[in-house]
């Protein structure tokens, strides 16, 4: 017979844990009941207000998935297998032949991406292409949102999954704002019905605008939940975007989340497909007219003159004569008269004169005269004439010539 | 113990342990969303960590716990100090009592303040034999200690909680 409280204590919990109550422990330690039922009930509570049982629809998608990555280890086993006593005859002979095939993988692939058993390889002629893409909310507050992408998983209907490496892991939310995707990969996804994708993320940080400092994203479970049935056909090449969206969150986090509504296959998901921004293969469309040297892609409609000496990508839908120098990204949707040296990525609604030399990165919709030069990343709003004055939210620091100087941050 | 038994063990202890790691998760994060999501997340690593474990060190079950601490740690570096929760994450069953949801509420509270008061290694104990329901073997061989000094921590962890929960309620519990 156990003397010591303390192992009859712990006998005790063990029984709690297996379902039997206090009452049943007390009965078979009378002697301890003075000291053990004040600790049991207490326990008892403790376990109470914690009580949780999983949701049944959660452990079995875990299982699905668990079960999935079981069957595919149970394959990739069965790929290694050799012949062993015919190795063992011919060991130099393999020796010789697994050079030679490693260094092709190698040679093949790169020396720091042979990939892992069932993972798809990429390929630039592959039918199928992921792109990603942010949903304006929150991004605005951010300078940069750098994510990292491990990998992504395409779950099928009837219950595995394919897997895929991007090419390009490292991406900039901060860039692919609204209907701007980025393809982070291409290669062979066999064809069939599928119900999700699970995105794994290893990394996701920002840097507020206005030099706030850098904040870490909440990610649950570190994977980003796309659940989503989509198909893959025969067809030569079927894209998908999935897009993301950062929120904030209660007190001074962030969380991202996948945005169902703007992600898919569909005739109705828009992309503006972004080059330059990483490695991995660019694909492009060159939707409409060519006037002017370009290189990149656009969607040009125009009414009017027009010279265009630009690489990027943009949207231009102008009525009235246009001279265009810039590099980088851009939406322009102007009418009348539009001088624009600018560098890198802006939204631009205006109507009236503007002139606009700035680098960085501003939406503006203006509807009066605007002489700015900025450099940096701002939002502007502006009904009245627009000289260092403005309305609405920015982090920038402006120069105006000619009416004196603003400097500003924060919003307006 | 070849992989395919390996494999073979760890599908057998899903159905029971991932209850008890979900509930491990679920009082170290306060979120059952993400207790749920990290509980087949253990499973996941451990079957890609497979080929290092070895039966002889620790039961699998103690270390499917192991992995389950990495998880949390990773989860709260990542995350902000205050919990973030989804808003379409919360489900309330049409038939839930409201009022008693905010009665447990309340007295999770308390006990997770009173949790708060012990020193980390008595924590650990608690959780791990109270909500992930381990034995003081298993527990040790998770905490990398002998189980008499298991023993020894819980007896004086619950003493300490019973003196904290008996000092805010003003009655015993």
């Not at chain 1, 206090?22 to 053990?36: A, F």
Request: glycine content about 10%.
């Amino acid at each position: 017979m156990l003397d010591n409280f303390e192992s009859i204590l712990d006998m005790c919990i063990d029984r709690i844990n297996r379902g039997d109550s206090i009452e049943d422990c007390l009965v078979d330690y009378p002697e301890y009941e003075d000291e053990l039922e004040p600790l049991l009930k207490s326990m008892f509570s403790i376990k109470g207000s914690y009580s949780f049982v999983p949701q049944a629809s959660a452990k079995q998608a875990a299982w699905q998935r668990f079960s999935a990555s079981l069957r595919e280890s149970e394959r990739a086993q069965e790929r290694s297998v050799l012949p062993l006593p015919w190795i063992l005859g011919k060991a130099r002979t393999w020796a010789i032949a697994a050079t030679i095939v490693i260094i092709a993988l190698a040679g093949y692939f790169g020396i720091t991406q042979l990939l892992p058993p069932g993972v798809i390889p990429p390929d630039e002629t592959g039918n199928f292409a992921f792109y990603i893409s942010d949903e304006q909310n929150a991004i605005g507050d951010f300078q940069s949102l750098d994510l990292s992408i491990s990998k992504v998983r395409l779950y099928k209907e009837d219950g595995g999954w394919v897997e895929f490496v991007p090419e390009t892991k490292e991406v900039d939310l901060t860039k692919l704002q609204g209907d701007l995707a980025l393809q982070v990969w291409r290669g062979d996804i066999p064809q069939g019905k599928y119900t999700g994708i699970f995105l794994y993320v290893t990394r996701a940080s920002g840097i507020l605008g206005n030099n706030n400092g850098k904040v870490d994203i909440v990610i649950t479970g570190n994977k980003l939940h796309l659940d989503m049935p989509f198909e893959i056909s025969d067809a030569p090449l079927t894209e998908f975007v999935y897009d993301m969206t950062v929120i904030a969150a209660s007190g001074s986090g962030y969380n991202l989340q996948p945005v169902k509504d703007e992600s898919g296959t569909g005739n109705g998901i828009k992309i503006q497909k972004v080059n330059g921004q990483g490695q991995g293969p660019g694909s492009g469309q060159a939707r409409g007219s060519e006037l002017g040297q370009d290189q990149g892609q656009y969607q040009e409609q125009q009414q009017g003159q027009v010279e265009v000496k630009d690489q990027g990508q943009y949207q231009e839908q102008q009525q009235g004569q246009v001279e265009v120098k810039d590099q980088g990204q851009y939406q322009e949707q102007q009418q009348g008269q539009v001088e624009v040296k600018d560098q890198g990525q802006y939204q631009e609604q205006q109507q009236g004169q503007v002139e606009v030399k700035d680098q960085g990165q501003y939406q503006e919709q203006q509807q009066e005269q605007s002489i700015g030069k900025h450099q940096g990343k701002y939002q502007e709003q502006e009904q009245e004439q627009g000289i260092g004055e403005d309305e609405g939210q920015y982090q920038e620091q402006v120069q105006v010539s000619g009416s004196g100087s603003e400097q500003a941050q924060g919003p307006g | 113990m070849d992989r395919k038994r390996k494999e073979a063990t760890l599908a057998s202890l899903y159905d029971k342990y991932f209850d008890k790691i979900a509930g491990y998760v679920f009082v170290r994060l306060g979120n059952r969303a993400i207790a749920e999501d990290l509980a087949g997340e253990v499973f996941l690593k451990a079957l890609e960590s497979l080929d290092s474990y070895n039966e002889r060190g620790i039961p699998m079950q103690s270390w499917l716990f192991k992995i389950a601490h990495n998880l949390v740690i990773d989860y709260r570096r990542k995350e902000f100090r205050r919990e973030v929760v989804p808003i379409d994450s919360v489900q309330i069953a049409d038939d839930t009592d409201i009022q008693e949801m905010a009665e447990t509420s309340v007295e999770r509270e308390r006990v997770s303040k009173a949790l708060d008061q012990l020193t980390p290694e008595q924590r650990q104990v608690i959780e791990l034999r109270f909500f992930g329901e381990l034995t003081s073997d298993e527990t040790g061989k998770v905490l990398n200690k002998k189980s008499g000094a298991v023993r020894q921590m819980q007896s004086s962890a619950l003493k300490s909680l019973r003196r904290i929960l008996d000092a805010d309620s003003g009655s015993g519990l």
